[in-house]
């Protein structure tokens, strides 16, 4: 997969051009830059959606053009609030949503069953306003549900015109590998950053053998690549970071806001801000093209609330980082003893539910 401009150039507004790459073996060129819309579902705290529609215009007027959502978010909140963003500029955009959890009847609060899955998947077309999506995603793995029912439900979702193309999120290597071969996986979503470089170790490399399309989420690392965090830090209370990297049996933040950690991780950061400022860069920028430089991610996932935020992450683009620069930044990671790849898998190991 190319890291250069795919497809006809659009100019971001200042000149920079936007990359475009290819989404698996599927159809779809994806910006290299995608919107998350995790943080509009109110898990961040409150977020003015005035701020946010504007956001979503501006980045579609700045070439981003695959926006990422999920039932979870708000159980409904942030595919209703992008599918008012978006209004008639849908047509414009792919649209990747995720279901298959959020749910307290089930075990885990996860439900991938032919049953379940279809219902989560009409009401998400509901909530956005649209005939189909374009991407399908089962967000985290349900373990006792046979991945066979949970594959062909996604592949009845794609005969049916409900999605245009199917995947996967967060699932260990081995269940990929048992669903691809139930029916072709053909998009993936994972965390992938400088705090977080797990995914380098078996899942990348599958997915560019397999030629699957891969979307990196916290590619920010949930805000502590933004450069504005600091020892003292007082997360909103209804912001899930207050809890200091504590979110269930996920293992996805805990070697970053943990107690132990958070004090050399923004040592890191404190030191990466001379790189960036070195490139005539801030930061975010920095971190964002980090993050787009695998040449395996398609689209890495930033979360925006005001059109200003988007301004400057397309600021990640029309530059490379050298090879001499990442070292760099490995170095500056080794030397704060700054975790990059956490112990254990993405979520604590959990038991299947009796028959």
Partial sequence: M?????????????GTRMEYRQFGQSDLRVSAIG??????????????????????????DGGINCFD???AYGMGVSERALARALGARR?????VTKGGVGY???????DSTRKRLTAALDNSL???????????????????TPFEETMR???DAVRLGKARYIGVSNFRLSQLVTCMKLRRIDVVQYGWNMFDRRMRAEIFPWCQTNDVGVMAYGSLAYGLLSGTFHPDMKFDENDWRANRGTLGSLNLFRTMFGADHFPRNLAAVEELKTIAARRGKTLPQLAVRWTT?????????VGFRRPEEVEENLGALGWQLSPAEMAEIDAIFDRHNAVTEPHGWLEDDQPVAAA
Avoid: M
């Fill in 153 to 155: 439900t996604l592949d």
């Fill in 104 to 110: 307290a009847d089930a075990p885990n609060r996860r």
């Fill in 35 to 60: 919107f998350g819309c995790w943080e509009i579902s109110g898990t961040y705290g409150q977020i003015d959606e005035t701020h946010f529609v504007r956001a979503v215009h501006r980045a579609i």
């Fill in 126 to 144: 509901r909530n956005l306003g649209t005939d189909h999506v374009d991407v399908y995603l089962v967000h985290w793995p349900d373990i006792n």
């Fill in 2 to 14: 190319s890291l250069a401009t795919v497809g006809p150039a659009h100019e971001t507004g200042k």
């Fill in 69 to 71: 959502t999920a039932e």
């Fill in 293 to 301: 430089s695998n040449p395996v991610i398609a689209t890495g996932l």
């Fill in 91 to 95: 047509k414009d955009v792919t649209v």
